[in-house]
Nanobody, 127 residues
Framework: QLQLVESGGGLVQPGGSLRLSCAASGFTSNYIAIGWFRQAPGKEREGVSCIGSSALSTNYADSVKGRFTVSRDNAKNTVYLQMNSLKPEDTAVYYC????????????????????WGQGTQVTVSS
């Protein structure tokens, strides 16, 4: 069973940067697409980004394009989310999630497309 563990969250000032990590284990297939979602208090879970198993497929929410970059190191079974130029509205619990498949797909932003979730890591952007 695919298991995911996020790390790297914290408190950062507006305009700052953070890098989140998602360590994956427990899978037998190399074809795992990883998504990043976030959920702020009182709001629905929102798709932030997705990366396919070969990293040739990446997707971003409009709200983070140009500021966030997703990448993966398959040798380490780890996916990263580099977040730059952070804004207070980026404050949320960030989750990584996975599903089998080489590509993210047209519905990468739908949490129902994924089968396993991490426990989440808090990101707070505040001065």
């Amino acid at each position: 069973q695919l298991q995911l563990v996020e790390s790297g969250g914290g408190l950062v000032q507006p305009g700052g940067s953070l890098r989140l990590s998602c360590a994956a284990s427990g899978f037998t297939s190399n074809y795992i697409a990883i998504g990043w979602f976030r959920q702020a208090p009182g709001k629905e879970r929102e798709g932030v980004s997705c990366i396919g198993s070969s990293a040739l497929s990446t997707n971003y929410a409009d709200s983070v394009k140009g500021r966030f970059t997703v990448s993966r190191d398959n040798a380490k079974n780890t996916v990263y989310l580099q977040m730059n130029s952070l804004k207070p509205e980026d404050t949320a619990v960030y989750y990584c999630t996975g599903r089998s498949g080489n590509w993210c797909g047209s519905r990468w932003y739908d949490p129902n497309e994924y089968i396993s979730w991490g426990q989440g890591t808090q990101v707070t952007v505040s001065s």
